[in-house]
């Protein structure tokens, strides 16, 4: 039997025959974990978790994620691994996808009010700047890595636009969350707890840096509205500046990354589809949803019940870890037709890429038009595209991850 829970799993792909068979098993199964390893100067430990109910159906990732007080993000954070201590678990709730109500709506709302769909708007122009830079950059070269020239090097540089932070600084970024959200990767995060700490000390020292800058030469951009923000009449302090900065960095770097490596390797993969939208770039809304729904970037978030529940018809106890397969979700026969057929003109598409519910993305515009711009440089050249080997998948159970994906382009 694949094991979906384990990391090194997903290095040869993402097992939708495995999350299949869990579907027609009855949408809720329990998942024993295995044991990863772990370092740090105390030597190497081995953790194990408890087990969790892997949620793979459409209908039941909606019920579970729209009832927050029922499933929460807080209780152990929303992540797969549990918190290793007390301590752990109160650093993790400072970040926004670990909250509940009401502490989640407040931070929410502050977020919001800085995270603006009219700053994001304010982006565009330099997105598409970024954007066909890339295109031109890549296009010109006869051999490139789709991943480290282009689909990493898109988000990085909107994100240096978004922080205020030199353009030179974007390579901390890329470190920062590889070695953040690649924790189980071998070449990334590697399991070493004391390096992951060692990361956020880091990106939190850059912060502070960046944050009395803005403070002392405010300019007109989120950077500096987020440094000067305040919440309940009182400005921020330093920790909920830091997480809230370094959730930006880790939310919206990995995440369009992947999403633009996984869609060019799926065009790649379907050249009708790949040549129908490049001879109708009106497609390219509908393309990028289903590309969205095919790759999925993010494939799971994690809740805790906080009481006894039925879900899916199986029962579900106080404390028990519950897992969002919005990969799995976003595979279900009962609401795609057709599911694993990539269908770039597919009109109903009520895909789970983003989340639902409370914690639903708060990156969407700003996701949706990266990978508009860079697709839309892209296509009228993929017809030239040759992904070459190796192919380097990510040991992550969280992101679709691609980390290496050679290409070279044909010849006319
Ligand atoms: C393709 C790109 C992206 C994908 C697939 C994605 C996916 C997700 C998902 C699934 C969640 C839900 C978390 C949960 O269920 O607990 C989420 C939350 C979030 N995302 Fe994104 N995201 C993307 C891009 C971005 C970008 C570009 C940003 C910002 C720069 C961003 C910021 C956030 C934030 C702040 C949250 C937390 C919201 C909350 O807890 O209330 N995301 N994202």
Request: hydrophobic share 45%; charged share 25%; glycine share 8%.
């Amino acid at each position: 039997m694949i094991d979906v829970a384990h990391p090194a799993t997903y290095a040869d792909g993402v097992p939708h025959a495995e999350f299949r068979r869990l579907r027609e098993a009855g949408n809720v199964s329990w998942v024993p974990e295995p044991a990863l390893i772990r370092h740090s100067s105390a030597g190497q430990t081995a953790v194990r978790g408890t087990g969790y109910w892997a949620v793979v159906g459409h209908p039941e990732v909606v019920e579970v994620a729209r009832l927050p007080e029922a499933y929460s993000s807080a209780a152990k954070g929303a992540f797969l691994v549990d918190p290793r201590t007390k301590a752990d678990l109160r650093t993790a709730r400072q970040l926004l996808v670990n909250m509940d109500a009401p502490e989640h709506a407040r931070i929410r709302k502050l977020v919001t009010s800085v995270f603006t769909p009219k700053a994001i708007g304010g982006l565009a122009d330099s997105v598409r700047g970024h954007a066909a830079n890339l295109v031109e950059k890549v296009v010109a070269a006869p051999e490139f890595d789709v991943v480290t020239d282009f689909a990493a090097e898109l988000p990085l540089l909107v994100l240096t636009d978004l922080l205020g932070m030199p353009k030179e600084d974007r390579h901390l970024l890329y470190r920062w969350g590889n070695q953040l959200v690649g924790f189980d990767d071998p070449e990334y995060g590697g399991g070493d707890v004391e390096a992951y700490r060692r990361t956020f000390v880091e990106a939190f020292q850059y912060a502070l840096g960046k944050r009395a800058e803005a403070v002392r030469s405010p300019r007109d951009d989120l950077m500096s509205k987020l440094a000067n923000a305040e919440l309940d009449g009182h400005p921020l302090a330093d920790r909920e500046f830091c997480q809230f900065w370094l959730l930006l960095v880790v939310a919206g770097n990995e995440t369009t990354r992947h999403l633009l490596a996984g869609s060019i390797r799926a065009l790649a993969d379907h050249p009708a589809q790949r040549d129908a939208l490049a001879a109708d770039p009106s497609m390219l809304p509908t393309a990028v949803e289903e590309l969205l729904r095919w790759v999925t970037p993010i494939m799971q978030f994690r809740r805790t019940a906080t009481r006894d529940l039925v879900l899916g018809g199986r029962k579900i106890a106080a404390g028990d870890k519950v897992v969002l397969y919005y990969t799995s979700a976003n595979r279900d026969e009962r609401v795609f037709t057709d599911p694993d057929r990539l269908d770039l003109a597919r009109a109903v598409n009520p895909h789970l890429a983003f989340g639902i519910g409370p914690h639903f993305c708060l990156g969407t515009h700003l996701a949706r038009l990266e990978a508009t711009a860079a697709l839309s440089g892209l296509a009228p050249h993929l017809h030239r595209l040759r992904i070459a080997e190796p192919v380097v998948r990510m040991e992550s159970n969280f992101v679709n991850g691609i980390k290496s994906l050679p290409a070279r382009w044909l010849a006319g």
